[in-house]
């Protein structure tokens, strides 16, 4: 059966030209799209800069996807959101529109699983403080992201995230993925430090200005 979800909720800044590119900003688990937007007040001026609300609720808040464990996707939840989340992407911006992926935590598998599914579709992704979703029914082979602009930045001290897959996700974009990757490493925990904002803006100036 069909999952049906209600349209996307989306709270936007920047640019409001509709030919800018275009900065997906994806929240994490038990979270909402407002509070993810306030991260772009610390990125680049031009882009447009779009939050979009997770369809699943959960806890007061938001999820990508139904999950048998902290970063374990559903295989067919994954899907469905997925396909939710393309069909909102294609009225917002046609293919000739450069779209990069900013997501954190559970918002950062969503847009590995995004970008795995799809590359050619997104100028790059930013995989915050995250795992990608292996075992999850998106190709993760080797090379499949070659030439796509990824950044990924991890926390030493992250206890959210399992560190297995923490590390799996590192050691495949760095090296089998292909991606072209700028990658970092803060010695806090899960949460977007400063130091990593600033990294993420000068990323998005090099990929998507």
């Known amino acids: 059966m069909t999952t049906v979800f ?50 699943i609720a959960e806890g007061g808040g938001f999820a990508w996807f139904a999950n048998r464990g902290i970063g374990r996707p559903l295989p067919e939840s994954l899907r469905a959101t997925m396909d939710w989340f393309a069909g909102w992407l294609d009225t917002v911006a046609p293919w000739e529109r450069p779209v990069v992926l900013v997501g954190f935590s559970g918002g950062g598998a969503f847009a590995g699983g995004l970008v795995l599914d799809d590359p050619a579709r997104y100028a790059g992704a930013a995989i915050l403080y995250a795992t990608i979703p292996f075992d999850a029914g998106v190709p993760v082979e080797t090379g499949r992201l070659d030439g796509v602009h990824v950044l990924v930045a991890q926390g030493d001290q992250d206890t959210v995230i399992p560190r297995d897959l923490l590390d799996a996700t590192w050691a495949y974009l760095r090296t089998e993925s292909g991606a072209d990757i700028t990658s970092r490493r803060d010695p806090g925990g899960h949460g977007i430090t400063v130091g990593t904002a600033a990294e993420l803006a000068s990323w998005l100036t090099a990929v998507a200005i």
């Open 6 to 55: 209600e349209p996307a909720v989306v709270a936007t800044a920047g640019s409001t030209d509709p030919a800018a590119p275009l900065v997906v900003l994806l929240h994490g688990r038990g979270s909402n799209e407002a509070e993810i937007l306030g991260l772009a007040a610390h990125l680049p001026v031009g882009p447009a800069y779009a939050a979009v609300r997770a369809p």
